[in-house]
């Protein structure tokens, strides 16, 4: 299990997660609207490709920041 830092620019929370879910599950179980920004695993931009990668495969075994930033248009 890993500590994973989630939320937005404006909300976070720390949670426990399974290195065997992926990037986008973790964002959907936590009701966050990722479509409307850009999303950060550790400072580094996800692309769709990496959204739908497990936190093991995207290289993370302790600790991370999975943000979304939301752009100031509303994702417009």
């Known amino acids: 299990m890993i500590q ?4 937005t620019n404006t909300e976070k929370k720390t949670i426990t997660v399974n290195p065997s879910k992926t990037l986008k599950e973790v964002l959907v179980s936590e009701h966050i609207d990722f479509a409307k920004g850009d999303v950060y695993l550790d400072g580094e931009k996800l692309t769709a490709e990496k959204i739908n990668k497990t936190f093991t495969d995207a290289g993370i075994t302790s600790d991370c920041y999975l943000i979304s ?3 100031a248009n509303g994702g417009f």
């Open 4 to 7: 994973v830092t989630v939320g």
């Open 69 to 71: 930033v939301v752009k």
